[in-house]
């Protein structure tokens, strides 16, 4: 048997604003335990989300086991495992008897920072009756998706960075042909970055069909990257770096302008990023 989701919402309507240590007034089930009754939440977009699960009063389980599917779940699978590549599944144990009335994080390894990629409408967490004996109670009240931004950009950043790899080929060919000048390699002109493969149409393909617009930066050779609202309004340089004695070319990703938030935050977005 599964509870409908829509229960749940109610309990969400009413304490969505709510903190942990505010006394909490909203719809529940106490749930006998062994009675095979599930509860299911579904994750309403794509997007990563930290998951906070809300504690009735009375719930005595120590350990209710919630079952998170960012993925959904495997066909005709029982197993719950993270090794799954495909339907990874996620063990979480909340002791309800020390939580009642308050809204606690899914954590691994009590990780605040813990949030899954979920796919909406796919993806989902549910917690069990089953498993438990007939002298506990499983509470159930309401789950709430919280978006977690910092990982949703760092992954899109992530995609975004690998994107312009024939880009940062092509600059890196082109200095190493002028001995290390970088003058000569930032446009994508006939006699410049078009020998190399590197056209306008090129560029303004990238920015046409992802959530940045490129341009490479004249004088440095740096490819240039102004993300939209769902990379965080960051904007990033990506700069070559020339070693004096081999000529060799490295790359330093470079956080230089923020429209939301700041350019501290968005350098955490992309590894070994500078700013």
């Not at 509860?39 to 209710?64: E, M």
């Not at 004096?244 to 956080?255: P, R």
């Amino acid at each position: 048997m599964k509870i409908k989701q829509s229960i749940f919402a109610i309990a969400l309507a009413f304490s969505a604003n709510s903190v942990q240590s505010t006394p909490i007034t909203a719809p529940s089930l106490n749930i006998p335990g062994g009675s095979h009754v599930n509860a299911v939440w579904r994750a309403p977009t794509n997007q990563y989300y930290k998951v906070f699960v809300l504690v009735p009063r009375h719930a005595t389980t120590a350990n209710a086991l919630y079952h998170v599917y960012p993925k959904g779940k495997r066909p005709h699978s029982t197993e719950c495992t993270t090794t799954d590549f495909n339907y990874p599944c996620h063990e979480v144990a909340v002791n309800q008897a020390l939580n009642q009335n308050m809204w606690v994080q899914l954590k691994v390894n009590n990780n605040p920072d813990t949030a899954w990629d979920f796919i909406g409408g796919k993806g989902y967490v549910t917690v069990a009756s089953n498993a438990l004996s007939s002298t506990e109670n499983l509470g159930v009240a309401g789950l709430r998706f919280e978006p977690s931004y910092s990982l949703q950009f760092a992954a899109e950043w992530s995609r975004a960075i690998a994107s312009v790899s024939a880009i940062k080929l092509a600059i890196s060919e082109c200095i190493n042909d002028t001995a290390g000048d970088v003058a000569p390699c930032d446009s994508t002109s006939p006699s410049e970055l078009e020998k190399y493969g590197i056209t306008a149409d090129a560029i303004a393909t990238v920015s046409k069909w992802e959530n940045y617009s490129v341009s490479i930066v004249p004088l440095t050779a740096a490819i240039q990257m102004v993300g939209n609202e769902t990379l965080g309004g960051c904007t990033f340089q990506v700069q070559p770096i020339v070693a004096i004695n081999t000529g060799s070319v490295t790359w330093q990703a470079k956080a230089i302008a923020a429209t939301t938030g700041s350019v501290a935050d968005c350098a955490k977005y992309v590894k070994y990023s500078i700013y």
